[in-house]
């Protein structure tokens, strides 16, 4: 049994951006939109703006339902609630059903197995984890049948899912806070820094499966639980960040329960948490990690979602995975900020090859809503590994920000007049740097190739050489997916600019060199 609160505290102060949000929301339900994708990534206070929806709607008299798709949802969603002093009955096992109370908190688990709620006529409809409730058997149910006239809200961190169906085939438009970069700019989310392992440590994924669109558990168990691989990511700990709360996300709570003992064979204090764990031991373990008492907790697909610990620094990515919206969850597990307990920063030590797989979270330049017709960018920037403290940075990064290690450029070897001139002048060398960065930042926003001469030639009242720019963007190494990649972004300027292919074939060629721009464009 769980107690109604007895008075009605201080509501929640949004931030600016979670109010703009809110505000926006109204604004497209005043256009008439009724089924709206409201997007607020993890650490952007998702269940505090779905805690003033309620209570803007309750206070108008709504009624309204919120979907979880977790047990620990339920009582988190409730302990926000309570934030805004409003009642609340449950459609969930073990807690208290009022169906006169005008919000109730239902796990789709439980609907399934009840029916009153079917004609529990609600205004307005929380979809919690919109990605995942609003596909499940009951979600549907809800959205197309039994309250089909009602306004649909889908929260989520991110819109993206496994499978061909999309959000977007659901959602008629989307709402949004900013992207985590920007959040990080306003100094709401950590910035972050991120590590991969030497090779002789990834994880070998020649023999996983990939079934209904991720990594198949039974081959992956094979692949990580292996005692190399966690004995390895356990020194790569004490390397990296010795002493920092750190959250490990594995395979099967086997793998979890034998990366916590290898933690603990190093005197280093870990417990694990899954999904039997009893909700009060759990809690007790999320406060030992909080106070400092336990230093790492391993899961399985517990601290994913729903895992609320801003003192958390370290996040161990042990599962290899194909969802964008599960490698997203997990990296946001560490980009909480924490002043009181002397947070500076996150950092994420990556064994499952995730990151390069798919990105960083600073990737995301605004949010779109895919549709399983158009599914959006699914392309990630170019990353490098730094050879000697295995940092992970963006392909045009030229001094590792861990250790200083300097990656060569070609810039000195493209023309016997360029060395000339480097040799007797090396003031020319900040203009070189200057204009490679002017490359890599058109095209990290989308601008033209040309914006960076155009930025150059204001700064320096000169005209670039056209040496100067090769290997700006992606490096010396660059990938076949890197040169496709770059290929697109050009059509895209082309199109934009009313360029034609000799243009593009021409910028291709400034980043790449002329060597094999015929089989990327030609397939000869």
């Known amino acids: ?117 079917k004609d529990w006529k609600a205004q307005v409809i929380l979809y919690d984890e919109g990605h995942t409730t609003v596909f499940s058997q009951v979600g549907q149910a809800v959205m197309y049948e039994t309250h089909a006239k009602s306004v649909h809200l889908a929260l989520t961190a991110t819109p993206y899912r496994l499978g061909r169906a999309q959000l977007g085939d659901h959602m008629q438009i989307l709402v949004s806070s900013p992207v985590p970069s920007e959040l990080q700019r306003m100094g709401y989310l950590a910035t972050m820094q991120y590590y991969g392992v030497s090779r002789d440590s990834q994880i070998n994924l020649s023999d996983v499966r990939t079934i209904a669109g991720d990594f198949d558990e039974r081959d ?68 030992d990690l909080g106070s400092g008492k336990l230093r790492v907790l391993t899961s399985c697909n517990v601290i994913s979602i729903g895992f609320d610990e801003p003192s958390v620094e370290v996040g161990l990515m042990l599962r290899p995975t194909q969802s964008k919206a599960l490698h997203q969850q997990q990296i946001g597990r560490v980009m909480r900020i924490s002043p009181t307990t002397g947070k500076t920063h996150g950092i994420i030590l990556d064994q499952a090859g995730n990151l390069q797989r798919l990105g960083f979270p600073e990737d ?50 493209h023309t016997a007049e360029l060395v000339e001139v480097l040799s007797e002048h090396q003031q020319m060398l900040p203009m070189i740097e200057f204009f490679r960065q002017q490359r890599q930042k058109a095209f990290r926003e989308s601008a033209a190739p040309n914006w960076a001469k155009h930025v150059f030639q204001e700064k ?54 002329s060597d094999d721009w015929q089989e990327i464009f030609y397939g000869k």
């Open 1 to 117: 049994m769980h107690p109604e609160p007895q008075s009605i505290p201080l509501q929640p102060v949004l931030r600016p951006y979670q109010a703009k949000l809110v505000k926006d929301l109204y604004t497209k339900l005043g256009e008439g939109y009724r089924r709206i994708a409201v997007i607020a990534g993890t650490g952007a206070g998702k269940t505090v703006i779905g805690g003033k929806i309620c209570a803007d709607a309750a206070s108008r008299g709504c009624r309204l339902l919120f979907l979880v798709h977790l047990d620990v949802l339920v009582g988190q969603t409730y302990e926000k609630m309570q934030a805004f002093g409003l009642p609340c009955g449950f459609i969930k096992a073990g807690w208290k059903e009022d169906p006169s109370a005008p919000i109730q908190i239902a796990s789709i688990q439980t609907m399934a197995q009840r029916s009153w709620w």
């Open 220 to 287: 992956l168990k094979n692949a990580c639980d292996r005692p190399e691989l966690i004995q390895r990511i356990v020194e790569e700990y004490q390397r990296l960040a010795p002493g920092k709360r750190a959250i490990a996300f594995c395979v099967d709570v086997e793998h979890a329960r034998h990366v916590a003992e290898a933690f603990q064979m190093a005197g280093i204090a870990a417990d694990v948490v899954d999904g039997g764990t009893p909700i009060k031991e759990r809690q007790r373990l999320y406060r």
């Open 364 to 413: 995301i330049k605004a949010y779109h809503l895919p549709t399983s017709k158009e599914p959006g960018d699914q392309t990630v920037s170019p990353m490098k590994q730094c050879p000697c403290c295995n940092r992970l940075v963006w392909g045009f990064v030229l001094q590792c920000p861990g250790c200083g290690y300097q990656w060569e450029t070609e810039v000195q070897v």
């Open 460 to 513: 320096f009242d000169r005209q670039p050489e056209t040496a100067w720019g090769k290997g700006a963007i992606f490096g010396d190494e660059p990938t076949l997916r890197d040169k496709h990649t770059y290929r697109n972004y050009l059509g895209t300027i082309a199109q934009r600019q009313g360029k034609d292919l000799s243009w593009v074939i021409d910028e291709f060629q400034q980043e790449f060199g």
